[in-house]
């Protein structure tokens, strides 16, 4: 048996449990539930928060999680990753009031910068000698300029209207994400040919919806 980690509710949780599905795995979900374990398949599968899902896997507590790189590489564990998922595709972008002057990353240069995403924020400023302070923020990270945290944010982005909203224009293109399956480094013989036939019909999942 098998255990992966999924997205309990949100962005991820429909287009994971689709892709479980499809690859014909059979289990019942209710929304309260914690766990379920399919009944065709030596697979259990554990609902939690997607922040949570990284440290899990690196410990052992699951075996297998579906996150997104976002989460993943910020909760610095991107070894993490065996294979990309081609959903919940998304970018972690920078963003400034739309009537204030830019030019390049390094006009943020001892600014303010609102975002939940310190420390793949802070990789991407440092490779570019920006210095800036980083206010970590956990939600409605686009309101911090409009109530004078912070003269930038950097969040995650899909189609721009909630930037747009809140009057913020998108600057530079951070970090570019989807959602990828995780494992735990050291498994059991057993546990691996489990997984080495679930990666075959997820691929295969993935070859029939092109
Ligand atoms: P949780 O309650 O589990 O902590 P959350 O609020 O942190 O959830 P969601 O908003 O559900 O997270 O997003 C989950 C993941 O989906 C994000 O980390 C990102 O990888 C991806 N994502 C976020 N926003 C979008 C979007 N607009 N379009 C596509 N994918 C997105
Ligand atoms: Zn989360």
Redesign the pocket.
Known sequence: MIRLAI???????EDSLNLIRECGISFLSSSYKLKTEATNFPLEILY?????IPGYVQDGVADLGI?????LVEAGLPHLEIEGLG????RLSLAVPRAAAYDSVADLQGKNIAT?YPEILGAYLRERGVEANLHTIS?SVEIAPSIGLAEAICD????GS?LLGNGLREVETVFR???VLIAHQKMSAEKKEILEQLQFRMQAVRRARR
């Open positions: 997205q309990k509710s949100g962005r991820l949780s939690l928060r997607d922040d949570d996150v997104g790189q976002n989460v959903f919940s595709k998304c939940s939600g995650i982005v899909s189609s909630t994400s989807e959602a």
